[in-house]
């Protein structure tokens, strides 16, 4: 499961981010492509949208369309009622979502851009330690991704369990 946490804030957005919405909607849509060459079915939750701020639609949503093994989960609510669904949890900025998928003990793989909500290094530390921490901004970061997400879901559990402490 990827969990979006791409909510698009126009000109009321806080001061969470260092880049523009259609950067960010740039970075998802390359996380999309790398996810459709992956060999699992990925399910992608979009974040929650109730105060819509474009007329257009999410562009992120409009890739999906023609994607083969890529599931949009449709319905407008939080990740966390149905995350325990899944075996394995992708998702990035520290906000409440990654706090769900940490407490559901499913492998999570949580991705750290340096533009938008990055970690701080403590956080950093920690999370390095007891997730499977991948740095957006690293040159080899879709090699390195996509081959990690590529191994058998059993070896991922087992490293996932090597990491329990850490998690702690």
Known sequence: LYISNNLFMGNIGGVYSWCSDFA????????????ENINKKVFFKPYPEFNKRYYESNPCLNELKN????????????ARY???????LICGM????VSW??????PTVFINY?????????AYNIFKKGLFLFDYDDKNFF???????????????KIWQSKKTHRN
């Not at 960010?24 to 996810?35: F, G, H, R, S, V």
């Not at 340096?114 to 403590?122: S, V």
């Not at 090699?143 to 559990?157: A, R």
């Open 143 to 157: 090699s390195d991704i996509t081959s990690f997400l590529n191994k058998d879901l059993e070896e991922i559990k």
């Open 101 to 106: 998928t940490i407490m559901s003990d499913i």
């Open 24 to 35: 960010k909607a740039k970075i998802e849509i390359e996380i999309i492509n790398m996810l």
């Open 82 to 88: 149905f995350i325990n669904n899944f075996k394995l």
């Open 94 to 97: 520290a906000t409440s979502t």
């Open 67 to 78: 994607k083969n093994n890529i599931e949009i989960i449709k319905e407008n609510y939080d």
């Open 114 to 122: 340096k533009n938008i909500a990055p970690l701080n290094q403590d």
